[in-house]
């Protein structure tokens, strides 16, 4: 099993930036990639970003709508990912859930809830106008 928990969110305005944080603990050497989604109300989950680094070197994903002003990163020390967010809009209020996955695939299998195996409780992030 795997624990995962994340922390940082908050309020803060539009333009602002705020950094997620995602602590895993438990069988962690089983884990291949870990990805952020959220959930905005009356939405379904949605895909932010995802890394993995069981290739050589790291490799990233991200939705179209975050990148260029998010950016997910990893401190294998610490067993921890990160959500930096930048340039933050309204349109991304929602709780922002922590995912680890067993395996790593194309941006099409990541992108999807299903293909991640542990969950965290979830973070709110809302971003006033």
């Known amino acids: 099993q795997v624990q995962l928990v994340e922390s940082g969110g908050g309020l803060v305005q539009a333009g602002d930036s705020l950094r997620l944080s995602c602590a895993a603990s438990?069988?962690?050497?089983?884990?291949?990639?870990m990805g952020w989604f959220r959930q905005a109300p009356g939405k379904e989950r949605e895909f932010v970003a995802t890394?993995?680094?069981?290739?050589?070197?790291?490799?990233?994903y991200y939705a179209d709508s975050v990148k260029g002003r998010f950016t997910i990163s990893r401190d294998k020390a610490k067993n921890t990912v990160y959500l930096q967010m930048n340039s933050l809009e309204p349109e991304d209020t929602a709780v922002y859930y922590c995912?680890?996955?067993?395996?790593?695939?194309?941006?099409?299998?990541?992108?999807?809830?299903?293909?991640?195996?542990?969950w965290g409780q979830g973070t709110q992030v809302t971003v006033s106008s």
């Open positions: 890394i993995s680094w069981i290739w050589s070197g790291v490799t990233t």
């Open positions: 438990g069988r962690t050497s089983s884990v291949s990639a």
């Open positions: 995912a680890a996955g067993l395996r790593w695939g194309t941006f099409a299998t990541m992108a999807r809830w299903n293909t991640y195996d542990y």
